[in-house]
């Protein structure tokens, strides 16, 4: 197995951003990679662009705790007696159903979707299949792929192959699109159908890409180095890419694109949050002097953001926050958080994933309101989680430790 090489920068500035953890924390899974996926150089690889490479659990799950007195009544669902502490169609109250997951003590339960994967990272979620980087390889030895599946469990293929680093990974109606993040890295596309040619080439020769959003028309990244930028191209050829904002940017990462503007971050002690308009001229910081400010999202009204705390804490402080998209106050959602690192929003709340740099990032998957409201963890003791993404229905993320791609019923 090839392990990884990230921007030297990072590790050469002393001051150790998220991104540098990010990076010290693939070496730290891949020994555990090594022994629990039984990996030891390239994986083989059927001829065919739609090879076979893993097998879900069918959507199944292992059973819950037995269920005791939980706190609910009994209800009447459907003109059914049922007891809401144990039942996955009526799981804590009536018509909950868990998604193929268990119900116990009146929450759902996460279950594995698909095993067997070699070190998945990003994920996105589109129709039927959620889809998954494998963060893998080198320039030289690339050998990550991109891999989907079901959502319901079932077969995952592999359907884009020799990719050096796949890391951020986006899906629409029609296309897959996905960053290798390496020294001398690409933004790449594929038809949601699988490539049945090499993966398109959006841009090439890019400095560690990193962050990556779309639109109708554009495609959109950030390359994480010290001099970083946000650039864009066209959805499909070869470009050579525009930047936008002005720049360049210390180690930009995460990024959004709403209503003609784009919307990044910068990942270091002291980053911001930054907003830029499609057609060129400098870019505005609207929030500034954060912990590490890492991944973002944008929704109508506000941007929510994670910032992955400090060094000095172990990155156990960090913060999901929010301000409006154009610029104003600060709220802060969720304070005391291990090193959050990926974000999703539905109408109500957003999703994030945590993990412990000390514990070898075993964290957790939660959630909290976007107007603001307690934290609800929906799954914990998770081993690395790394991406995150949503359906109506259902979050999904991938946990780079143990090579799983896990869900639970929202």
């Not at 705790?65 to 804590?92: F, I, K, M, Q, Y």
């Not at 690409?186 to 020769?205: H, I, W």
Request: with cysteine; proline share 7%; hydrophobic share 40%.
């Amino acid at each position: 197995m090839t392990r990884r090489t990230y921007p030297a920068t990072l590790a050469e500035s002393g001051r150790l951003p998220p991104v540098a953890v990010v990076l010290g924390m693939a070496g730290a899974m891949l020994g555990a990679c090594e022994v629990v996926l039984g990996l030891s150089g390239d994986r083989e690889v059927a001829e065919s662009s739609l090879s076979t490479t893993a097998t879900g659990n069918g959507g199944g799950a292992d059973a819950g705790p037995e269920a005791g007195a939980c706190g609910l009544e009994p209800l009447s669902c459907d003109a059914t007696r049922v007891d809401p502490c144990n039942d996955a169609d009526h799981c804590g109250r009536c018509g909950h159903d868990c998604r193929g997951g268990s119900c116990a003590q009146g929450k759902c339960e996460p279950f594995v979707l698909f095993s067997g994967q070699a070190y998945p990272w990003g994920i996105a979620v589109h129709g039927t299949y959620a889809y998954w980087t494998e963060f893998l390889g080198s320039a030289q030895n690339p050998i990550g792929s991109i891999t989907a599946g079901p959502i319901q469990g079932g077969r995952a293929t592999t359907f884009a192959t020799t990719q050096a680093s796949p890391f951020s990974i986006v899906v629409d109606a029609t296309d897959v699109f996905w960053t290798n993040s390496v020294k001398v890295g690409a933004v790449n596309r594929c038809a949601v159908g699988g490539c049945d040619r090499p993966a398109e080439e959006v841009a090439s020769a890019q400095d560690h890409p990193w962050g990556l959003a779309v639109d109708n028309d554009s495609v959109y990244w950030t390359t994480a180095i010290a001099s970083g930028a946000v650039l864009k191209c066209p959805r499909t050829g070869t470009c050579q890419p525009v930047a936008l904002g002005s720049g360049p940017y210390p180690y930009p990462t995460g990024v959004a694109v709403l209503g003609g503007r784009v919307f990044f971050v910068t990942n270091f002690p002291g980053g911001g949050v930054f907003s830029a308009p499609f057609a060129g001229g400098a870019a505005t910081e609207l929030a500034s002097a954060l912990p590490n400010p890492y991944a973002l999202v944008v929704d109508a009204e506000n941007i929510y953001f994670a910032t992955s705390g400090t060094a000095a804490s172990g990155f156990l402080n960090g913060s999901i926050a929010c301000i409006p998209n154009g610029g104003g106050d600060m709220t802060t959602l969720a304070s005391n958080q291990a090193y959050p690192s990926a974000l999703a929003i539905d109408d109500d709340y957003v999703y994030f994933a945590t993990g412990v740099p000390s514990r070898n990032y075993i964290g957790a998957i939660s959630r909290v309101p976007k107007r603001g409201g307690a934290v609800d963890v929906l799954a914990s003791d998770q081993p690395g989680p790394a991406g995150v993404a949503l359906d109506a229905t259902a979050v999904y993320w991938t946990n780079a430790n143990d090579g799983t791609v896990m869900k639970v019923a929202k």
